[in-house]
């Protein structure tokens, strides 16, 4: 079989190569240029569809809770000694989220969803003017979860475990507003490939995992099958002395697959209130 | 500008939310027979080894539903009647007053090859129990086993203690009549205690579409013979009727054993792995989605003839003798 001609194999080295080039973004990362931490807890909605489990959609109430760390690197840094933000072109961005869900079908049937994302952003200013600026570059996502569907005796839970590489894109304006400086940001991402695992149509989890029948999960993504996206407005407020702010935001998220013939539909929509850290290590 | 590009981004994030699942969720009677009807159309894995012409069935109970009223007992008994066509007692229809099955697998035959009051007259009141299996040692030095569930846990303690039992006598009688199945992993927990190397017990294809014959390879259930105490002496197992499901996997699996004798009567079959999914008025469907088949790749849907076909005769039975375990025994003394 000649690995380079799978579309998997290029895919897998793609990967690998952005994941690399993300880590060792980290390891130059300069120690005396300001960074942030953000934490940010969400409410809202969230629409299940599963059709391994049930051709009934399920939606309910869901919790989001999510931080973000954001530090500048050294490529293109200004030879200023201000290296704020607002003066870097490169900045790196790893986020983590946790999403957790109660849903409910018209029938009355009840579905829990749990989902974990890690994501490392590599992210290049390409716009700067003095009030806006705009951002965009790639990230490598890791996430997993699953569903469990109360009703169902025999096939109750469904698995999800997927790696993507995608295109973020971020712009914010500042203005003034009460004689204080707000921000507002808008940030989008969306999966380009990567890799996913999905059972083949009607496989059981017991012939997979237990049987080690393990053929045709692991699925190769691409906009066709896999149409996962995050978009976040945020307001940033400060608070005191530029060190700290209130954030305020909505944040969509959805992820659609289509994989062996078993569709998927996590359609979210969050309010989020959240606290901002800058720091600036010596 | 700026101000146009947030609307544009908003309008963005609105619209996506409408990226929803186009699902008719009526409960119209016509709109529950159809998704009835589409699951087991789509997921359903005997319609060609049943030989059920699907399409048909369709047509015969469309004409039936529209002076149905929904969510009516009715419909429920109607939509039963449907499913019961497929001859499958993994097929079943729930709701909260109800359960619709089909059990013709055993209700068919008159002789059930096993009685309560029989079995107490060989296990009695001093019995041993060990991780779901009853066990005693007869007083022909035979031992006897009786196990009837397969949901029933066993450890691998308790195994180990019973086959230290009875090491020493002539051979070992496994009752599993009236055992209509549980959990396969139990099935591999037993069977590699009585082989002496690794075999294929089963195999098994899953749907991997939508069509009837959309199905994968076969993917083998492989025993491999257990590190701990084996017996590898002569066995009889005892079937009847309503060996179902796993118990079913089990018998086709333990058949291929050298020292294994199948005995009693045709087993009630169940080769299918059962899933569930929901309709939209709430009640539930539950149906076979993966097909299992014997090492020779014959399917076992339909039950498994007995190495020697025995049955429990009248007379026999008034005398509280149990006509199959009296016949093991010869066997085994032979």
């Not at chain 2, 051979?171 to 294929?200: C, H, M, P, W």
């Not at chain 2, 991997?208 to 993917?219: P, V």
């Not at chain 2, 002496?233 to 058949?255: D, E, G, H, P, Q």
Request: aromatic share 12%.
């Amino acid at each position: 079989m000649n690995r380079s001609a799978n579309p998997s194999f290029k895919s897998i080295r793609i990967i690998l190569l952005t994941l690399g080039v993300c880590l060792l973004q980290n390891l130059h990362a300069q120690s005396r240029d300001q960074k942030s931490l953000d934490w940010q807890l969400g409410a809202g909605n969230t629409y299940l569809y599963d059709d391994y489990l049930s051709p009934l959609p399920h939606e309910g109430a869901s919790l989001l809770f999510s931080s973000t760390g954001t530090k500048p690197l050294k490529w293109n840094l200004p030879d200023s000694l201000d290296r704020s933000f607002e003066n870097v072109k490169w900045t790196n961005q790893s986020n983590f989220t946790l999403n957790a869900v109660y849903g409910q079908s018209l029938a009355g049937s009840n579905m829990f969803h749990g989902n974990i994302e890690l994501k490392n952003s590599l992210i290049r200013k390409v716009i700067y003017r003095p009030t806006w600026s705009a951002s965009t570059g790639p990230y490598l996502l890791l996430g997993g979860g699953g569903r469990y569907c109360l009703q169902n005796g025999n096939n109750p839970g469904s698995l999800d475990i997927y790696l993507d590489f995608g295109l973020t894109v971020s712009t914010n304006y500042q203005f003034n507003f009460w004689k204080k400086q707000l921000k507002l940001t808008y940030q989008g991402s969306l999966a380009l490939s990567g890799l996913a695992f999905s059972p083949e149509y009607a496989e059981s989890y017991y012939e997979i995992f237990y049987l080690k029948n393990n053929k045709n999960i692991l699925k190769y993504t691409h906009p066709l099958n896999n149409q996962h996206w995050m978009q976040q407005l945020s307001l940033d407020v400060p608070l005191s002395h530029r060190k700290s702010s209130l954030r305020l935001s909505v944040r969509n998220d959805g992820h659609i697959t289509l994989f062996n013939n078993i569709r998927t539909r996590i359609l979210s929509t969050h309010f989020s209130v959240g606290y901002i850290r800058y720091f600036k290590i010596l | 500008m700026n101000m146009k590009r947030i609307a544009l981004f908003l309008f963005i994030m609105v619209s996506l939310q409408g990226c929803r699942e186009d699902v008719n969720e009526s409960t119209s009677s016509k709109n529950i027979f159809e998704s009835l009807w589409t699951i087991l159309d789509e997921k359903y894995c005997f319609f060609d080894a049943k030989n059920v012409d699907w399409d048909e069935i369709h047509d015969k109970y469309a004409a039936k539903i529209d002076t149905i009223p929904a969510n009516s007992e009715l419909l429920f008994n109607t939509l039963g009647e449907m499913i019961c066509e497929l001859k499958d007692g993994h097929v079943n229809l729930y709701a909260a007053e109800n359960v619709i099955r089909y059990w013709k697998w055993f209700e068919d035959f008159d002789n059930p090859n096993f009685s309560e009051k029989l079995e107490k007259a060989y296990l009695g009141t001093n019995y041993k129990i060990a991780s779901g299996l009853n066990y005693k040692m007869l007083n022909d030095s035979i031992g006897y086993i009786t196990y009837r569930s397969f949901s029933a846990s066993i450890t691998d303690a308790g195994l180990d203690y019973i086959l230290y039992y009875f090491k020493d006598c002539h051979g070992i009688i496994l009752d599993v009549r009236e055992n209509s199945g549980g959990n396969l992993s139990n099935v591999e927990k037993i069977a590699s205690r009585f082989t002496e190397k690794k075999i294929i017990g089963t195999y098994i294809r899953h749907k991997i579409g939508k069509g009837h014959n959309d199905f994968s390879d076969y993917c083998p259930m492989y025993i491999t013979p257990s590190t701990r105490n084996r017996y590898t002496k002569k066995v009889v197992i005892l079937t009847n009727r309503k060996c179902y499901s796993a118990t079913n996997t089990f018998i086709s699996t333990m058949r291929q054993l050298p020292n294994v004798t199948i005995m009693g009567d045709n087993t009630g079959g169940g080769g299918g792995f059962p899933i569930s999914s929901m309709l939209p008025n709430g009640w539930n469907v539950r149906f076979s989605s993966c097909s299992t088949y014997n090492s020779d790749h014959e399917l076992i849907e339909n039950g498994i003839v007995p190495d020697s076909v025995v049955s429990i005769t009248d007379s026999d039975s008034e005398k509280n003798i149990d006509t199959i375990i009296e016949k093991a025994r010869s066997f085994l003394k032979e």
